[in-house]
T-cell receptor, first 114, second 113 residues
Framework: DQQVKQNSPSLSVQEGRISILNCDYT??????FLWYKKYPAEGPTFLIS?????DKNEDGRFTVFLNKSAKHLSLHIVPSQPGDSAVYFC?????????????FGKGTKLSVIP | GAGVSQTPSNKVTEKGKYVELRCDPI?????LYWYRQSLGQGPEFLIY????????DSGLPNDRFFAVRPEGSVSTLKIQRTERGDSAVYLC???????????FGPGTRLTVL
């Protein structure tokens, strides 16, 4: 039972355009969400996060949007650069017991074409 | 060191053998986590340490898996009687206190033949 779902295994975007990566979750106890980027043979690198009390968080070219009613979040990268090519994981954690555990989606492989 | 380090980077072993995987967290981080990532999947939680004690080991798949953190810094994940299904990348992460932002090491790729 996948509690965090990334339904697009891959995405190709032209350099300079916007990349939109989507993530859905089913557990209503999740209240903190993170995006990680992973290059081959490296561990995941923290990118950006959002608390459930917000609906948007921005950091440079990266913006995360959260729609709690739809249990959906998205990561926008604009403008996309070739160096952004990587696997992006959406992760979630809850409050209370087990809140330190991150539950990950399967990832979306982003390819930015020069 | 600047980041989380893990050794070895690769480990090949035979079915039935015992293996130890080491994690060196970021200096000063009190929380340490182990995750396992199988091919085509996201990382899955195994165990969480706050200081020296395992605060939650609910993600360990069975009693062949065990982890320690005797001095509250370096941690070792131990797998007894390895099986082919144990083949995966084992990731370690650490965080400052109860911060949600976990910093990951490069992982150890375990292959059980």
């Amino acid at each position: 039972d996948q509690q965090v779902k990334q339904n697009s295994p891959s995405l190709s975007v032209q350099e300079g355009r916007i990349s939109i990566l989507n993530c859905d979750y089913t557990n209503s106890m999740f209240d903190y969400f993170l995006w990680y980027k992973k290059y081959p043979a490296e561990g995941p690198t923290f990118l950006i996060s959002i608390s459930s009390i917000k609906d948007k968080n921005e950091d440079g070219r990266f913006t995360v949007f959260l729609n709690k009613s739809a249990k959906h979040l998205s990561l926008h990268i604009v403008p996309s650069q070739p160096g952004d090519s990587a696997v992006y994981f959406c992760a979630a954690s809850g409050s209370g017991a087990g809140s330190y555990q991150l539950t990950f989606g399967k990832g979306t492989k982003l390819s930015v074409i020069p | 060191g600047a980041g989380v380090s893990q050794t070895p980077s690769n480990k090949v072993t035979e079915k039935g053998k015992y293996v130890e995987l080491r994690c060196d967290p970021i200096s000063g981080h009190t929380a340490l986590y182990w995750y396992r990532q199988s091919l085509g999947q996201g990382p899955e939680f195994l165990i969480y340490f706050q200081g020296t004690g395992a605060a939650d080991d609910s993600g360990l798949p069975n009693d062949r898996f065990f982890a320690v953190r005797p001095e509250g810094s370096v941690s070792t994940l131990k797998i007894q009687r390895t099986e082919r299904g144990d083949s995966a990348v084992y990731l370690c992460a650490s965080s400052q206190g109860t911060s949600m932002e976990q910093f990951f090491g490069p992982g150890t790729r375990l292959t059980v033949l």
